[in-house]
Nanobody, 124 residues
Framework: QVQLVESGGGLVQAGGSLRLSCAASGRTIRNYAMVWFRQAPGKEREFVAAISASGGSTTYADSAKGRFAISRDNAKNTVYLQMNSLKPEDTAVYYC?????????????????WGKGTLVTVSS
């Protein structure tokens, strides 16, 4: 079993930055692709970014391209999401998830482990 705990959320003004962390425990995540999703109030959970097990490949949603950067430190069993130029529409609960495979597309139903999320609120 893998336990994932997100942190780093909070309230930020539009144009600001936040760095989210996802710390894993229980077992190593070095063999898992790691994925960030988000869910805004009244909306479905949506894909944000993913990184392969080695960290050599990344994928981003169009809404995140050029503003967000996903990274990982397998030695620390941690994944990060650097979010810059934040917009009010980025307001959501951000979830970290682990997937056995690095795929072309990432669906919430395909994830093996989930964190409980961290709230990001971007004020205008």
């Amino acid at each position: 079993q893998v336990q994932l705990v997100e942190s780093g959320g909070g309230l930020v003004q539009a144009g600001g930055s936040l760095r989210l962390s996802c710390a894993a425990s229980g077992r190593t995540i070095r063999n898992y692709a790691m994925v960030w999703f988000r869910q805004a109030p009244g909306k479905e959970r949506e894909f944000v970014a993913a990184i392969s097990a080695s960290g050599g490949s990344t994928t981003y949603a169009d809404s995140a391209k050029g503003r967000f950067a996903i990274s990982r430190d397998n030695a620390k069993n941690t994944v990060y999401l650097q979010m810059n130029s934040l917009k009010p529409e980025d307001t959501a609960v951000y979830y970290c998830a682990a997937d056995l495979y690095y795929r072309g597309a990432f669906s919430p139903s395909g994830m093996h482990y989930w964190g409980k999320g961290t709230l990001v609120t971007v004020s205008s």
